[in-house]
């Protein structure tokens, strides 16, 4: 991943629950584009009738159209599985850098920019609490609770150009030895 901007992470933060969703959006796209290619039928060969005769294409330049038609359905094909790679990699990048925040600091980031993880509730959170209700839930000032919020943000840009593979653990010395190793 390339390094990231504060507002890139809050963006990320804002669209880690809806990941899943968009990946198999994105496999539903690649289905239908299958299916589409393999609709598109090359036109059958012309045969001269005379035995050991060659058989050609009735039209090449039909059939050199379609053949780039085909192509470029791989070619779609190819940029969707390239965009769930990219989707994947920083979902897992998340994952394992929200270890390395405090728990206050996580929790802040979850009620200001993730919210819940259920589609339904999802679908009826506003995007942005107030700061101060997430101030009242973490029991900090609503000025504190920003500066958290924004020293946060700051933490996971400087460490988004670090590489995650799947599996990875991270340990954070504030959760009392406790490892994750499972990600999403």
């Given at each position: 991943?390339?390094?990231?901007?504060?507002?890139?992470?809050?963006?990320?933060?804002?669209?880690?629950?809806?990941?899943?969703?968009?990946?198999?959006?994105?496999?539903?796209?690649?289905?239908?584009l299958k299916a589409e290619q393999e609709s598109v039928c090359t036109p059958s060969m012309r045969l001269s009738g005379l035995p050991g005769g060659k058989g050609q294409h009735g039209d090449?330049?039909?059939?050199?159209?379609?053949?780039?038609?085909?192509?470029?359905?791989?070619?779609?094909?190819?940029?969707?599985?390239?965009?769930?790679?990219?989707?994947?990699?920083?979902?897992?990048?998340?994952?394992?850098?929200?270890?390395?925040?405090?728990?206050?600091?996580?929790?802040?980031?979850?009620?200001a920019y993730m919210g819940p993880r259920e589609p339904r509730k999802r679908a009826a959170w506003s995007r942005h609490p107030?700061?101060?209700?997430?101030?009242?839930?973490?029991?900090?000032?609503?000025?504190?609770?920003?500066?958290?919020?924004?020293?946060?943000?700051?933490?996971?840009?400087?460490?988004?150009?670090?590489?995650?593979?799947?599996?990875?653990?991270?340990?954070?010395?504030?959760?009392?030895?406790?490892?994750?190793?499972?990600?999403?």
């Open positions: 991943m390339q390094q990231m901007t504060p507002r890139q992470v809050q963006s990320l933060l804002e669209e880690y629950y809806d990941i899943p969703q968009k990946i198999q959006g994105i496999l539903n796209e690649i289905r239908e090449p330049t039909a059939t050199t159209a379609l053949t780039s038609d085909l192509l470029g359905y791989d070619k779609a094909i190819q940029e969707c599985r390239e965009r769930i790679v990219e989707l994947r990699e920083r979902k897992n990048w998340l994952y394992v850098s929200l270890d390395t925040l405090d728990r206050t600091d996580r929790r802040i980031l979850e009620l107030p700061w101060k209700a997430i101030a009242a839930e973490v029991g900090y000032s609503e000025s504190a609770t920003y500066d958290r919020a924004r020293a946060a943000k700051q933490l996971l840009a400087d460490l988004s150009a670090q590489t995650v593979l799947p599996g990875m653990a991270v340990k954070n010395p504030e959760f009392s030895g406790v490892f994750r190793s499972k990600v999403e």
